[in-house]
């Protein structure tokens, strides 16, 4: 069956350290892979996609994420964290010849300490 | 900037209400989505529309109805509300279908079922 991991319901990093969401997916082909943020109270916004191309994927905010086929992973990382970062993250998996198909994780909450 | 707006943020029904759940979107989409979102499960699509009086269900469409007489306007029914319908739902809108595009989320609507 076709899915997305979010394999951890809570990520804890102090303020300035690096953070690394993960994010593992399980969709035949070449799928297209996204993250969305959402803070509290708020719908998601759209912070990064991957299409084609170079692996490493800049977004909002100064996140960035990195596409690894072998292991079908796309995980979100920021090298300095922000208290302003603490939110709630979803991974999103679109098939790339199913346009009616996309699939979310169950969302991974960033908690930045100062 | 896109702007998708939700018709409540807060509702509450009884068991076997009518329940109307209304979208907006005012930056000419022809895709707009309906979500939910529980805590663990992540977004799940209930109903999706590419065009007007167009639709297409989504991963769980029981219980749900949806409407789109116009272009900016994409309505969820529950035709007779039941407390496992009580969860946050979510309006999105997308430009046409390429399967890269990115989601523009409303800001959500709570919705209790007593």
């Known amino acids: 069956a076709q899915s997305v991991a979010q394999p951890e319901d809570q990520v804890n990093v102090a303020e300035g350290n690096p953070l690394t969401v993960k994010c593992t997916y399980s969709?035949?082909?070449?799928?297209?892979l996204f993250w969305y943020v959402q803070y509290p109270n708020r719908g998601l916004q759209f912070l990064l996609k991957y299409i084609t191309g170079d692996n490493l994927v800049k977004g909002s905010y100064g996140f960035e994420a990195e596409f690894n086929k072998s292991q079908t992973s796309f995980h979100l990382k920021k090298p300095s964290a922000l208290v302003s970062d603490s939110a709630l993250y979803f991974c999103?998996?679109?098939?790339?010849?199913?346009?009616?198909?996309?699939?979310f994780g169950s969302g991974t909450k960033l908690n930045v300490k100062p | 900037d896109v702007k998708v707006t939700q018709s409540s943020r807060y509702l509450v029904k009884r068991t076997g209400e009518k329940v109307f759940l209304e979208c907006v979107q005012d930056?000419?989409?022809?895709?707009m989505f309906w979500y939910r979102q529980d805590p663990g499960l992540g977004l799940r699509l209930i109903y999706f529309?590419?065009?007007?009086?167009?639709?297409e269900k989504g991963d769980i469409p029981e219980g749900y109805s949806v409407s789109r007489e116009k272009k900016e306007r994409f309505s969820l029914i529950l035709e007779s509300a039941s407390t496992n319908q009580t969860s946050m739902y979510l309006c999105a809108s997308s430009r046409p279908r390429t399967g890269t595009e990115t989601q523009y989320f409303g800001p959500g609507t709570r919705l209790l079922v007593l």
């Open positions: 529309s590419y065009d007007v009086k167009m639709k």
């Open positions: 930056m000419d989409h022809e895709n």
């Open positions: 999103a998996v679109r098939d790339r010849y199913n346009f009616n198909k996309f699939y």
């Open positions: 969709v035949s082909g070449n799928p297209y």
